[in-house]
């Protein structure tokens, strides 16, 4: 079952246009070509709330801003962009990568909240970056259990 989701969610992302997911297309907002954006690390770590927290460092190797507006899986019931600090933690708008520079997605700021996984530890979780010029960075993240840290993290 597990794999038939992942053979759908391949398939509706190869029904975007072109332009949305190829690395050579210019964008017409200015954003980077989609072969500059990098996620580093990309993880999951489940949580005892039947969601899993995404952690990364998403750089951007181009000369213009990168615009994330989203996120998707179909692994999870929902996936969201959040931002937290020390009081709040609140759905994030738009979460601008500045040109030859990274934003960490991480406990205590920018983070990916994966709403009822269908995952566990040990396995592998796809996801869809979205971005504001229709662009998509499909990515693989191993999911960790709720003490585990993966190496390099």
Do not use: Y
């Amino acid at each position: 079952m597990r794999q038939l989701r992942h053979l759908v969610f391949a398939l509706s992302l190869a029904a975007l246009p072109a332009a949305a997911v190829a690395a050579e297309s210019s964008s017409p907002l200015g954003q980077p070509p989609l072969a500059e954006m990098h996620a580093q690390n990309p993880w999951f770590r489940l949580l005892p709330n039947h969601s899993a927290a995404g952690s990364m460092v998403l750089q951007n190797t181009g000369t213009g801003a990168a615009i994330l507006t989203g996120a998707s899986s179909p692994d999870c019931g929902s996936l969201t962009v959040r931002e937290s600090n020390q009081v709040s933690t609140k759905t994030a708008a738009d979460i601008t990568v500045p040109a030859h520079g990274s934003v960490a997605f991480a406990a205590g700021g920018a983070q990916l909240i994966c709403l009822q996984p269908k995952v566990k530890a040990g396995q592998r979780l796809p996801f869809a970056l979205h971005f504001k010029d229709g662009s998509v960075l499909l990515l693989m993240a191993p999911v960790q259990g709720s003490t585990s840290t993966p190496s390099g993290a």
